[in-house]
């Protein structure tokens, strides 16, 4: 869940700035869950830009639920074509039998 929420958080970070018919896609986590958080409370991930490599989008992310810091690390984002990307999810969702 942890993880969701950083994808999440890196998504916001760029939300608005991509070309029209682009979108980006989870490519790679190197992350440290540093520490457990009880059940019910808040948490705040925040993502920062750290590097742009061609199609490749790699953040700085870090987790917090108010008392210590639960997560660190980076996540990276492949910018791709949003149509040629979902022809392919449905191409490969008629093939399963």
Known sequence: MLLWLAELACM??????????????GFAHDVQHLAPTPLGWTIRLEAALEKIDGKLLTFLIEGNDGSERILAGRHTRAIVDRDRFLSRFEEKSCSHV
């Open 12 to 25: 916001r970070a760029i939300e608005g700035t991509l070309e029209e018919g682009r979108m980006t896609l």
